[in-house]
């Protein structure tokens, strides 16, 4: 079965500095996808950003980006020029790309905090 | 073009009662998910529908616990004689077809609260 493990329960960044949330991932899988999610206060499930597997390349969204080692299964997400409204709770997610189950494996969340 | 609904947010129940939580999908979306988010935990894949079937329900408990996705109206998640362990947020998600690179695309969550 697939596990998603984020081991930073919360962090703590200055407004415009930068964090880097990490996340690694057990699968025996060879194609997939990876996901962050943002939960704010509102509860409200936000996509941020995904990467597919097969992509040597990260993704980028905006101030959004993540570093994929797909060898060492790790997925970390990294926020630059941190604003107030990106405090929230962010979780990992993983998918598999073949048939079968379609539902996200979720970890358990970072819970990120802003200093103004 | 309004997101995937969900209704009602906020729902208490007395032990033994029943609940029903209702989700509408985005438009044009046919694929629907449920999950369960247990306080201070991440969201736990429930059971996916399409229109009149079940896909995949490996997260759903064995009892009490239903879902349906009926041809007209929405999806709706039902739990039967609710005990205070069932206390949880339950989000629907919706995405437009199986390919595994789309998105689920999340309603705002259903607070269900067992007294």
């Known amino acids: 079965a697939q596990t998603v493990t984020q081991s930073q329960p919360e962090m703590s960044v200055q407004e415009a500095e930068t964090v880097t949330l990490s996340c690694t991932y057990d699968t025996s899988e060879s194609d997939y996808y990876l996901f962050w999610y943002k939960q704010p206060p509102s509860r409200q499930m936000i996509l941020v950003i995904r990467?597919?597997?097969?992509?040597?390349q990260n993704a980028t969204e905006n101030r959004f980006s993540v570093n994929f080692q797909k060898a060492a299964k790790s997925f970390s997400l990294k926020i630059s020029d941190s604003q107030l409204g990106d405090a929230a709770m962010y979780f990992c997610?993983?998918?598999?790309?073949?048939?079968?189950?379609?539902?996200?494996?979720f970890g358990k969340g970072t819970h990120l905090i802003i200093q103004p | 073009n309004a997101g995937v609904m969900q209704n009602p947010r906020h729902l208490v129940r007395r032990r033994g009662q029943e609940a029903r939580l209702r989700c509408s999908p985005m438009?044009?979306?046919?694929?629907v998910y449920w999950y369960r988010q247990l306080p201070e935990e991440g969201l736990k894949f429930m059971v996916y529908l399409q229109k009149e079937n079940i896909i995949d329900e490996s997260g759903m408990p064995k009892e009490r616990f239903s879902a349906e996705f009926p041809k007209e109206g929405p999806s709706i998640l039902r739990i039967q004689q609710v005990v205070r362990g069932d206390s949880a947020a339950y989000f629907c998600a919706s995405s437009p077809t199986s390919a595994q690179s789309y998105e689920q695309y999340f309603g705002p969550g259903t607070r269900l609260t067992v007294t």
């Open positions: 990467q597919e597997a097969y992509k040597q």
């Open positions: 997610a993983y998918r598999p790309s073949g048939g079968g189950a379609d539902g996200l494996t």
């Open positions: 438009k044009g979306h046919s694929h």
